[in-house]
């Protein structure tokens, strides 16, 4: 199987379905892994910083799309590559915030990948279904 990076992931390209999960859809600049990048492709507020100056995960808990107040031109470019980034909602899980936070490393090699990504994700959902459980449980006894 080749390896393919998606080049324009952002929450308009995910879809749930309560059945099947979360999908990835929109693979329009989807690409070799092993293939260097002559240009920028995507939103600007979802671009990895270090490939801005190349030349360009909040969504969840604020139903807003990152940096949404912001003209996505070189001036947000340069303050992400300085290290801004979106604020954090108050009442988001702790545990949601620990992977936001990874994710946000200027150092790709410091965020996790995505099999530690959807392994992380899988507890913490697990860990919630638990947790309702135990109180309807209460509740009924």
């Known amino acids: 199987m080749k ?3 998606n080049l324009d992931l952002h929450s308009g390209n995910i879809l749930f379905d309560k059945y099947n999960g979360w ?4 693979f329009g600049f989807c690409g070799p892994a092993n293939k260097p990048l002559g240009c920028i492709y995507g939103n ?7 490939v801005i100056p190349w030349y360009a995960y909040v969504e969840i808990s604020s139903g807003r799309p990152p940096f949404a107040h912001f003209d996505h031109d070189y001036d947000l470019a340069m303050n992400i590559i300085k290290g ?7 009442g988001t899980p702790t545990e949601y915030k620990n992977i936001m936070v990874q994710c946000w490393d200027a150092d790709p ?8 990504l959807t392994n992380k ?13 135990k109180e309807q449980n209460t509740n009924f006894n």
């Not at 600007?44 to 270090?50: G, I, K, M, S």
């Not at 801004?84 to 108050?90: A, C, G, Q, S, Y």
């Not at 090699?109 to 530690?116: A, V």
Request: aromatic letters at 12%.
């Open 23 to 26: 999908n990835i859809s929109d």
């Open 84 to 90: 801004m980034r979106p604020p954090i909602v108050p």
């Open 121 to 133: 994700i899988f507890e913490i959902k697990k860990s919630y279904y638990q947790n309702e459980n």
């Open 109 to 116: 090699l410091k965020r996790p990948e995505i099999f530690t």
């Open 3 to 5: 390896q393919k990076i």
């Open 44 to 50: 600007l507020p979802y671009v990895a910083p270090e």
